[in-house]
């Protein structure tokens, strides 16, 4: 800062001295008080108008410190003012708080551009933080469901190879049996019963590609359509579809509904309600008929919808590990194929909902289901 050569000493070197000075004793009086806060709460211009009173208010020592040597040493005859007004020198120390103030000001300007920048490269960091935080987590959930898809591929290929070549061995040798009768003098009655077995064995067949269908449209299927549906609806369209069978086993199904919306697929969790309403049918305990409760209620975010049996009951204990796993059946003198209770699991999963069960052998089995509660 140039402001002009005094002869009396050197004005100039000195000056940029105390301006190397000035500016270090601000920066650290303000990083180091509660007033240099770098918070957002505080505008752009606080540090400016900071630095500028500091410095003004610094600024007038220098007049005061000057007038007070001056006239300590030669005395105030005319008065303050006068001495003011007559000296050259007092009139440049006046300029101080000005300076002093201007200086401080720019310097003030200053640290907010350096704090606007810090601040700036600190939301770009976090923002960039946050945005490898959902990557990561969005890559972690892909991981999984392709762990989880390989998994069931694993046991459909088993599947194919093991249930899918049961049937046709046993075709195999019904055909070759039926051609070493089919000449034989009273041979029609064999020949019907060997034609009725293929027919059970291309049926079994059948089935089991269904089943394979059923899973591989499941595993498939990328997104559903989530939103508020009516439970009752869903449960009313169960009943209508299961109507022959609830009449044929003499069954009763027994709703108590404290709540009715729920957040899902209406298509997915009607599948969810007819396996496990067959299920509880098909499993029935024979020396009764069969009971099914419906009930719901509401806990927190969450609706639970309790599904309950008076059916053969399952040995939690001793199957805990199979009870949902694909092509498992926990009834070995039942037929079926075992993935009831996995297309459950699976969609139940997909609907970002939770099931569990609990069992008795001869009392029956409740399943709990837990779905994200609507209140439309």
């Given amino acids: 800062m140039k402001v ?15 301006e190397v000075f000035w500016s270090v004793l601000l920066i650290r009086i303000f990083e180091g008080s509660s007033f240099a806060s770098r918070n957002t709460n505080f505008s752009l211009v606080s540090n400016r108008l900071r630095f500028l009173f ?26 303050v003012v006068s001495l003011h007004l007559q000296s050259r020198l007092m009139q440049i120390i006046d300029l101080a708080p000005i300076v002093l103030g201007a200086f401080s000001y720019a310097l003030g300007a200053s640290v907010d551009r350096r704090n606007r920048s810090e601040r700036l490269a600190m939301t770009a960091i976090q923002e960039k933080a946050a945005l490898q935080a959902e990557a990561s987590t969005k890559l972690q959930l892909q991981n999984n469901a392709l762990h989880e898809l390989n998994t069931t591929l694993e046991s459909l290929v088993y599947t194919a190879s093991h249930d899918l070549k049961t049937p046709v061995i046993n075709l195999e040798s ?36 269904d089943d394979l269908l059923e899973v591989s449209n499941l595993e498939l299927q990328e997104a559903l359509d989530i939103k508020p549906i009516s439970l009752l609806a869903v449960v009313t369209e169960v009943q209508s579809a299961c109507t022959r069978l609830v009449s044929d086993e003499q069954a009763s199904i027994q709703l108590d509904l404290d709540s009715d919306m729920v957040m899902a697929d209406h298509h997915s969790l009607v599948t969810v309600f007819q396996n496990l309403i067959v299920n509880a049918i098909q499993y029935r305990d024979v020396r009764r008929n069969p009971e099914i409760a419906i009930h719901s209620r509401v806990t927190g975010p969450w609706m639970e919808i309790m ?51 609990a069992s008795q052998v001869g009392v029956g089995t409740t399943f709990t289901i837990r779905l994200p509660h609507s209140i439309a």
Avoid: W
């Fill in 4 to 18: 002009g050569k005094i002869k009396v000493f050197n004005y100039v070197r000195i000056t940029k001295k105390f």
């Fill in 54 to 79: 500091l410095g003004i208010g610094f600024g007038f020592l220098f007049p005061f410190l000057g007038t007070l040597l001056v006239c300590l040493e030669e005395g105030c005859r005319d008065g």
């Fill in 174 to 209: 019904l055909l070759i049996m039926l051609k070493m009768i089919k000449d034989q003098p009273d041979s029609a009655a064999k020949v019907d019963e060997i034609i009725n077995r293929m027919i059970d064995s291309v049926q079994r067949f059948r089935g089991t590609i």
């Fill in 307 to 357: 599904v309950a049996d008076n059916g053969k009951g399952i040995d939690i204990e001793k199957q805990r590990d199979k009870i949902f796993k694909m092509f498992t059946r926990l009834h070995s003198t039942q037929d079926g194929a075992g993935i009831g209770l996995f297309l459950v699991k699976r969609t139940i999963d997909k609907l970002r909902g939770e099931i569990s069960i």
